[in-house]
């Protein structure tokens, strides 16, 4: 039963770029939410997919957007990178109607120069 | 607002037990996790409280009284490998909702 799996595992750009990152949930997992996590903070939760709709959104700007996808994979977006946007983005699965956790996927970690 | 405290930084030795401490101050409350984080990795969970009283896992316990707001993780028998950032996050709304997470405890065990 494969876990929660995310791509790229690394990735460089540059300042005004855009980039896309992919997630794949647990298998048996219909929700997918995605988190940012600077160095040496928590997570912070930037949005959750449900039904292929964004359910719940955090504080961040509309240069975060994601999609779902029916098959329940998710990717998310930013546009007009900023220096700021370096971290680690991390993706997590859960059943909406459960009381279980969340379950994440190794993360992406993304430098902006 | 929404806030989760915990301590930055601990320090422990083989084998002794550590204590880390939460409290959150949130809009609701519908649970309240712990994960363990390695350096570079993703964060793993180890426990979950929605009612009050002690969960027991191992040489893992966690704690939640409601009314104070507080939680707290204990390790016992500590080792090498326990070094790591542990997070408390608590699901302020229904199940299936997002976690607000705290800044994490780096947690260091020497020999």
């Known amino acids: 039963d494969a876990g929660v799996t995310q791509s790229p595992t690394h990735l460089i750009k540059t300042r005004g770029q855009q980039v896309t990152l992919r997630c794949s949930p647990k298998?048996?997992?219909?929700?997918v939410s995605w988190y940012q996590q600077a160095l040496g903070q928590g997570p912070q939760f930037i949005f959750q997919?449900?039904?292929?709709?964004?359910?719940q959104r955090g504080n961040f700007p509309d240069r975060f957007s994601g999609h779902q996808f029916p098959n329940y994979s998710s990717e998310l977006n930013v546009n007009a990178l900023l220096l700021g946007d370096s971290a680690l983005y991390l993706c997590a699965s859960s059943l909406l109607s459960g009381q279980e956790t969340q379950y994440f996927g190794p993360g992406t970690r993304l430098l902006v120069l | 607002g929404q806030n989760i405290d915990q301590p930055t930084e601990m320090t422990a030795t083989e084998g002794a037990i550590v204590q880390i401490n939460c409290t959150y101050q949130?809009?609701?409350?519908?649970?309240l996790f712990w994960y363990q984080q390695h350096a570079g990795e993703a964060p793993t969970f180890l426990s979950y409280n929605v009612l009050d009283g002690l969960e027991e896992k191992g040489r893992f316990s966690s704690f939640l009284s409601r009314s104070k707001g507080y939680s707290y993780l204990l390790l016992k028998e500590l080792q090498m490998k326990d070094s790591a950032s542990y997070l408390c996050?608590?699901?302020?709304?229904?199940?299936?909702?997002?976690?607000?997470f705290g800044k994490g405890t780096t947690l260091s065990v020497s020999s």
């Open positions: 996050a608590v699901r302020p709304n229904q199940a299936g909702t997002a976690l607000i």
């Open positions: 949130t809009s609701g409350f519908n649970g």
């Open positions: 298998s048996g997992h219909d929700t």
């Open positions: 997919y449900y039904e292929e709709e964004e359910r």
